[in-house]
């Protein structure tokens, strides 16, 4: 589609490594194998995780938009999907972010940025400088994510007339928040095995918000220990949200043994199971 003419075309970026069944017919061991129409961002060594950038247009003329919807709508909300548009054509777009895979701390250390899950990319644009966001965001007019609740929300804009060499180096303070912002996601898979993928409580915005108010919670109570903070989440969130409001939290959090601690919580959210169910079921007349 985009080889002979210029004007502002459709694109979705999948974050290819949370699609692992989906994705699997499209991830060979050649480029070769891959429809015209996808381009993956990764090198072919690490093709089973790399993020995918799809043209739609080009995907529907060749009569396989079928296939781009499934990836689309493989999970809801679509945090694994972003949309992007602009003049460039698809291996453009692609080598530009081939530019940003890797990110390095003040040491020099290399990180992988998962720019392609909008749990990550909803941070980017507030966490990386002006500049840096300038160069990462620059050549797309238009860049939209799907956020927890399904709806899609628009990223700001380049703003910034500098820009940034790349790979981006990020300082300290913008590694931890980048950190921080994705913990309550892996408190949330974290608890979902422990649970052994039985259905959790709540919408995936519910989660996360029970999940970032138990790491606040944790936070606040001078906590270090990680088992400490997967714990409390895992209340919170079969709790749906309720166990920071027991009187008794306080004294809970104060204890310094994981195992009593793990214990005292689980009988919190047994004694007010009941309770809970009945303030759920009386909000749904």
Not at 64 to 91: K, Q, T
Not at 122 to 144: C, K, Y
């Amino acid at each position: 589609m985009n080889a002979d003419k210029r004007g502002v075309f459709l694109y979705l970026l999948i974050d290819n490594g949370s699609l692992q069944d989906v994705s699997a017919s499209y991830v060979g061991t050649d480029t070769q194998s891959h429809p015209s129409w996808l381009e993956p961002i990764y090198p072919e060594r690490a093709l089973e995780v790399s993020p995918l950038l799809m043209d739609v247009e080009a995907a529907y003329e060749a009569g396989e938009i079928d296939e781009v919807m499934g990836y689309l709508n493989a999970h809801r909300p679509a945090l694994h999907v972003s949309i992007i548009e602009s003049e460039l054509r698809l291996a453009e777009i692609a080598q530009h972010l081939r530019r940003f895979i890797f990110v390095l701390d003040p040491e020099g250390k290399q990180f992988t940025l998962r720019f392609a899950d909008c749990a990550v990319l909803e941070e980017l644009s507030s966490v990386l400088t002006p500049s840096q966001w300038a160069v990462m965001r620059g050549p797309f007019s238009r860049w939209g994510m799907h956020d927890r609740s399904g709806s899609v929300i628009q990223l700001p804009p380049n703003e910034s007339g500098a820009h940034s060499p790349t790979p981006l180096c990020l300082d300290r303070d913008q590694l931890v928040a980048l950190d921080e912002a994705s913990e309550p996601d892996h408190l949330i898979a974290k608890v979902q095995m422990m649970r052994h993928g039985a259905q959790l409580p709540g919408t995936v915005a519910d989660q996360h918000a029970w999940a970032r108010e138990a790491q606040r919670a944790w936070q606040a109570a001078h906590l270090s220990n990680p088992l400490f903070l997967l714990v409390l989440a895992e209340a919170m969130i079969l709790s749906q949200g309720k166990i920071l409001r027991i009187p008794d939290i306080k004294n809970v959090l104060a204890t310094d043994d994981a195992s009593i601690f793990r214990q005292r919580l689980q009988e919190i959210v047994r004694e007010n199971v009941r309770s809970l169910t009945m303030e759920s079921n009386a909000g749904k007349k």
